[in-house]
């Protein structure tokens, strides 16, 4: 691990409860940039890959600015039950979660799912890539009703997983997505209008000043 990292947790298939023998380990980190290297004209980077495989971080300043746009992919990394490492820091930023939450959400869950299914061929699909889109319009439509993210594919365990293994036809994975967006469309929602900016700039005024 990289001595600068505030959080590290495996998401992907693993996360979701929808691994098999031959999944990969998909890890997602938080660093922290020196905050006098941002008074320099080359700012630090604000992401980088590696060093273990399959991992990828964000500096925590645009980790917080995703968050707070709603992005799927970050989002998740906050209800991730797979930590494999925490600082107290690490830790104010998962106990900040719901801040980053508002109506936004909705748009852009069913924005990111719409996009992989754009990119998938009917007459040869990718089934990993349909059923993570069918996996994240349930996470979601969960998120919407109930303002927290199920990251575990639940019931639908081995649904889902009929869908990877290309067991579902093609009908009914785009009537099931059909389903999905009316309901995310239509769903009554719990979340604010707007994330609380006021709370993530306290936290990460307070992450710089330490890294002075």
């Known amino acids: 691990m990289n001595d600068d990292l505030i959080l590290s947790v495996v998401v992907g298939s693993r996360a979701y409860g929808l691994d098999t023998g031959a999944s990969d380990t998909d890890r997602r980190g938080v660093f922290v940039a020196p905050t006098q290297a941002f008074w320099r004209l080359d700012k630090p980077p604000t992401h980088r890959d590696g060093p273990l495989p399959e991992q990828f971080s964000w500096e925590v300043e645009r980790f917080c600015r995703l968050a707070l746009e709603a992005n799927p992919t970050v989002l998740e990394c906050l209800w991730s039950p797979l930590v494999e490492l925490s600082t107290p820091f690490g830790e104010r930023l998962i106990g900040l979660r719901r801040a980053f939450l508002s109506e936004r959400a909705r748009q852009t869950f069913c924005g990111y799912a719409d996009a992989q299914f754009r990119r998938l061929d009917p007459a040869a699909p990718k089934w990993k890539q349909a059923m993570h889109m069918i996996r994240l319009m349930r996470c979601g439509l969960h998120l919407v009703r ?38 995310l469309e239509s769903a009554v929602s719990v979340l604010p209008a707007a994330p609380d900016r006021a709370a993530v700039e306290e936290f990460l005024l307070d992450v710089r000043k330490a890294h002075l």
């Open 146 to 183: 109930h303002g927290d993210l199920e990251i575990g594919a639940g019931p639908e365990r081995e649904r889902l997983l009929a869908v990877k293994r290309g067991e579902v036809p093609w009908q009914e994975v785009t009537a099931w997505r059909a389903g999905l967006a009316a309901e």
